[in-house]
Nanobody, 129 residues
Framework: QLQLVESGGGLVQPGGSLRLSCAASGFTLDYYVIGWFRQAPGEEREGVSCISSNGGSTNYADSVKGRFTISRDNAKNTVYLQMNSMKPEDTAVYYC??????????????????????WGQGTQVTVSS
């Protein structure tokens, strides 16, 4: 069956870096837009970043612009989120999600979690000294 698995979360000090991975099994990511989302305790799930099916276009939430970078390697069926200059407010469970590209023609809509149909189980990221 279709499955997304996140990895790479953990504890990092403020100013530090982490790289999250989202690996797909049961389907190929080539035809899917992939998004990264996060949810802190007591908060709604929010969009962090998304990337087009061929990797040519990306979109970021204002809160992470200039600090986070999304990328994908379709040959490895994996999408990455490089997180630098991390802040305590980045603490959350991070999820990756997939939507067929024809269902999300405008990447500017890609930070809306309600548009995605396939989700991973999440990975905890904690930024603390």
């Amino acid at each position: 069956q279709l499955q997304l698995v996140e990895s790479g979360g953990g504890l990092v000090q403020p100013g530090g870096s982490l790289r999250l991975s989202c690996a797909a099994s049961g389907f190929t990511l080539d035809y899917y837009v992939i998004g990264w989302f996060r949810q802190a305790p007591g908060e709604e799930r929010e969009g962090v970043s998304c990337i087009s099916s061929n990797g040519g276009s990306t979109n970021y939430a204002d809160s992470v612009k200039g600090r986070f970078t999304i990328s994908r390697d379709n040959a490895k069926n994996t999408v990455y989120l490089q997180m630098n200059s991390m802040k305590p407010e980045d603490t959350a469970v991070y999820y990756c999600a997939a939507v067929p590209r024809q269902r999300l023609p405008r990447l500017t809509d890609g930070l809306d979690p309600t548009l995605y149909g396939y989700w991973g189980q999440g990975t905890q990221v904690t930024v603390s000294s």
